[in-house]
């Protein structure tokens, strides 16, 4: 699930940064064709701002959730090592407790 999740993410911010170059790329040639009014230029920096911002809250969360799959996986790695060491100890005490053929 966090492996999905994660994918998932990384897909978002993909799309997030080639949505943020494309709308540089917008506002450099919208300045090229015509002069921008402030109004213009102000809400085309407050939009890139706006992307910019959710592009490195994807980023964390991003981080975030490799970080959570790199700690989960260290913990299966730790519980296998116990289960694996449990059963040993159970089939060794199982062949201490078998009634003997005298029985």
Do not use: F
């Not at 959710?54 to 964390?60: F, K, T």
């Not at 449990?86 to 199982?94: A, G, I, N």
């Amino acid at each position: 699930v966090v492996s999905t999740q994660s994918t998932g993410l990384e897909k978002q911010l993909e799309r997030w940064r080639k949505s943020e170059e494309e709308r540089k790329i917008l506002a450099d040639s919208n300045c090229e064709e015509k002069t921008l009014t402030q109004q213009e230029h102000e809400d085309l920096l407050t939009e890139l701002r706006k992307v910019s911002e959710e592009r490195e809250s994807l980023e964390v969360q991003v981080k975030q959730e490799v970080g959570m799959r790199e700690r989960l996986q260290e913990e299966l790695k730790d519980d296998k090592y116990l289960l694996q060491n449990t059963l040993r100890e159970l089939e060794d005490c199982l062949l201490y407790t078998s009634p003997s053929p005298r029985d």
